[in-house]
Each structure stands twice: as structure tokens, then as C-alpha cells.
């Protein structure tokens, strides 16, 4: 999968959490624990509940991707950190990437994160426009998870060319 269009998607992605970290909960949220999945790490490890990047656990048999699509993750990172000030909306969005397993199907990897983030969130109006997103677009899946002032964004993106070439973006924002 070409570097340019990675980077592309993981700005989506941080444009999405950026539209969602300003529209604020419609009051149309429901909670979702239909799944869950025999790896129990915490969604937010912290003392105080906040999740971090780093205690977002990746599912089973995915591997970080390369130092240099890490880095490119990174200043993306630092442009939605320039972006946020710039806008004066505040908050952080911070981004890891994984590669998947050929066999990675997004009903697991939704039903994985879907399982960790459980207690949290969903809003009502993005997750129909992220349902209709994933409906119409087999190499893009998305799925958001809201609480406190946080907001969890898993992005699947299957490589156009070769099916069996699959990678997950996390990005969390926090306000």
C-alpha cells in the first residue's frame, strides 16, 4: 500500500475525529456491548479512565507497521496538533498503525474494538454516516467510540490491488 495513500486516509481519519471532537454528543447516542473478545486488555489503562494510544489494544495477529509509516502517522499527529491550535478547538489526535493478518475481516475487527470500548459511546448521526461509508466501500471500514471528551476512531483499509493486504489506523483525539 503506497505511503501517499496512507497518509491520506490517516488524515481522514484525523479530520473525522476532528468533526466529531467539535459536534459534541446529538443526544442520540446508544451504548453497544454485543461483542466481546477473549483478549482483555483495558481500553483505558490510566489512573484517571482516560484511554491512551498505547493502552488501545491491537487485535490478535496484527503487527505495527514500518518506522517510516510510523513516521508519517507521526506528523500527522503534529498537522492536526498546528490544525487544532490554528482553529482554536484545542485537544490532541494521535495515530498508530498495524498491519493485519490476510484473513482480517472487518465484522472481528469491529466486534474486537466494539468489545473493548463497550462502556463507551456512539454517536447516533456519525455512526449512520460511518454504516453507510462501510456499505458502499469494501478496502474502507470505520467505526467511532465517544466518552469523556474522547473520541476512538479504527479505520481498516484493504490494499485495491491485493485483498490479502490489510492495515488498521487508530486515532484517538482527546479534548
Not at 484517571?48 to 507497521?65: K, M, N, Q, R, Y
Not at 498508530?96 to 493478518?101: E, F, H, I, S, V
Request: some cysteine; hydrophobic content about 40%.
Amino acid at each position: 500500500m503506497s505511503k501517499r495513500f496512507l497518509s491520506l486516509v490517516a488524515i481522514l481519519a484525523a479530520l473525522a475525529m476532528f468533526a466529531v471532537a467539535c459536534g459534541g454528543d446529538d443526544g442520540g447516542s446508544s451504548n453497544n456491548n454485543s461483542s466481546s473478545n477473549s483478549n482483555n486488555n483495558s481500553s483505558s489503562d490510566s489512573g484517571d479512565g482516560a484511554a491512551t494510544l498505547d493502552s488501545i489494544a491491537a487485535p490478535d495477529g496484527a503487527t505495527e507497521l514500518d518506522a517510516n509509516v510510523a513516521k508519517t502517522l507521526g506528523n500527522n499527529n503534529a498537522a492536526s496538533a498546528i490544525l487544532s491550535a490554528q482553529l482554536g478547538t484545542g485537544g490532541k489526535t494521535e495515530q498508530k498503525g498495524y498491519d493485519l493478518p490476510a484473513d482480517a475481516d472487518w465484522n472481528n475487527i469491529k466486534g474486537f474494538y466494539d468489545g473493548k470500548f463497550g462502556d463507551w459511546d456512539k454517536n447516533s448521526t456519525l455512526a449512520s454516516a460511518l454504516d453507510a461509508v462501510n456499505s458502499s466501500n469494501p478496502l474502507f471500514k470505520i467505526a467511532n467510540w465517544q466518552k469523556d471528551g474522547q473520541n476512538v476512531s479504527v479505520i481498516m483499509i484493504t490494499d485495491p490491488i491485493d485483498a490479502t493486504k490489510k492495515q488498521l489506523i487508530i486515532s484517538l483525539h482527546t479534548n
